[in-house]
């Protein structure tokens, strides 16, 4: 069709059908010339399993649409599959938009591969992670450090304790992200969270409390 809307309900219709062959028919709105129906087909291809969907989606986060990254993002994260984890981190540390930064950090949370801790703990606390001579800009959307904070509580690798200790001691941050961290520290059960929970467990937030 040369109707934008009528491309974009037929992949949605596709990837509803939750077949292989439907998802293989998806397959070449991937690369249609509007940013709608390839962010719509991210989603529809997922059906043909995670080897090939990754395969297939990867591109996508070069993308020059913005929204079209994001939810490549997004769909990379629900393969679970560890293929993703280098190109997700990479995102999540390169990208210029905030909301495709959080989408590749909830996703990096989905696939749940401690390879991914590294980018994680650099966008929550680059001070941990950096070289000196290479700082990283500290994060300072709430939503991406948020993302972070709980994918690494998916993760459950006590690689990112100090990360989210740092966090969750650090007043200047909003309360959702320090609440966050300390959720993650609590899924990840490192003894060395202790000191810093009970420190938080008299915060001013009831919720971080």
């Given at each position: 069709?040369?109707?934008?809307?009528?491309?974009?309900?037929?992949?949605?219709?596709?990837?509803?059908?939750?077949?292989?062959d439907?998802?293989?028919?998806?397959?070449?709105?991937?690369?249609?010339?509007?940013?709608?129906?390839?962010?719509?087909?991210?989603?529809?291809?997922?059906?043909?399993?995670?080897?090939?969907?990754?395969?297939?989606?990867?591109?996508?986060?070069?993308?020059?649409?913005?929204?079209?990254?994001?939810?490549?993002?997004?769909?990379?994260?629900?393969?679970?599959?560890?293929?993703?984890?280098?190109?997700?981190?990479?995102l999540?540390?390169?990208?210029?938009?905030?909301?495709?930064?959080?989408?590749?950090?909830?996703?990096?949370?989905?696939?749940?591969?401690?390879?991914a801790?590294?980018?994680?703990?650099?966008?929550?606390?680059?001070?941990?992670?950096?070289?000196?001579?290479k700082?990283?800009?500290?994060?300072?959307?709430?939503?991406?450090?948020?993302?972070?904070?709980?994918?690494?509580g998916?993760?459950?690798?006590?690689?990112?304790?100090?990360?989210?200790?740092?966090?969750?001691?650090?007043?200047?941050?909003?309360?959702?992200?320090?609440?966050?961290?300390?959720?993650?520290?609590?899924?990840?059960?490192?003894?060395?969270?202790?000191?810093?929970?009970?420190?938080a467990?008299?915060?001013?937030?009831?919720?971080?409390?």
């Open positions: 069709s040369s109707d934008v809307e009528q491309r974009r309900d037929a992949v949605m219709r596709l990837g509803a059908m939750h077949r292989p439907a998802s293989r028919v998806a397959l070449s709105a991937l690369t249609d010339e509007s940013p709608l129906v390839r962010a719509t087909a991210t989603k529809a291809i997922l059906s043909l399993g995670a080897e090939e969907s990754v395969a297939s989606l990867l591109p996508l986060l070069n993308d020059k649409d913005e929204f079209v990254r994001r939810e490549a993002a997004y769909a990379l994260g629900l393969t679970r599959s560890p293929a993703a984890t280098a190109a997700l981190s990479n999540l540390l390169n990208d210029k938009e905030d909301g495709v930064q959080a989408a590749a950090a909830v996703a990096l949370g989905h696939i749940a591969d401690e390879a801790v590294v980018a994680l703990v650099a966008t929550l606390a680059p001070q941990l992670s950096a070289p000196a001579n700082k990283r800009k500290p994060e300072n959307n709430p939503f991406v450090l948020r993302a972070a904070a709980a994918a690494l998916h993760i459950k690798s006590r690689a990112g304790t100090a990360a989210l200790i740092s966090v969750l001691s650090n007043e200047k941050l909003p309360s959702d992200v320090r609440r966050e961290s300390a959720k993650s520290l609590g899924l990840i059960g490192d003894q060395a969270a202790v000191p810093a929970l009970q420190a467990s008299t915060a001013a937030d009831p919720y971080l409390a």
